[in-house]
């Protein structure tokens, strides 16, 4: 057998252990540890500046495009209006969302949605789900895309799925944009 285990006999004339005196005059020592000179300040920096973006034609917008796979939060869940009907369905998506394992982040704020759209994209929020009057009806959300503010109309029971796939990278906005209609504008008043 030729195990780790197994046993190996030494013949005689094998090996021989002799004690030699050796006179080294110069002894040249090659380091072998590599010590960057950087830390992780300046890889954050690296990161935050080459993905801070600003909108073509309008200076004011600026966006921080940082990869889904990177980003601290993943998705925002935006109620259109302080309307009470949309408090169970913004606290539904947000609940699928956490049990995914995706960090959310509710904006419940009394603003315009193009303004909390804004604040989302400038904080590097890669999606975002709109709780609208739709929703209400169609059991429908809005999910928009951060780089190309582009929307598609998603049943409530695929958001979940469909935000963890496009921040796990098994779908891309294109795989969305395909399977889901595009959001042109609300059909329910």
Known sequence: SSGINAEWPLRPGISSIQKVSK???VREFVPSVIEPSFGIGRILYCILETNFKVREGDEKRTWLDLPPLIAPTKCSVLPLSSHSDFIPYVQRISADLRKLGIPNKVDDSSGAIGRRY???DEIGIPFGITVDFDTVKLET?????????SQVRVPMSDVAGLIHKLCTEQATWSDAKASYPEFVGQETI
Do not use: I, Q
């Open 141 to 149: 959300v809005t999910v928009r895309e951060r780089n190309t503010c």
């Open 118 to 120: 804004a604040r989302t």
């Open 23 to 25: 006179t080294e005059h």
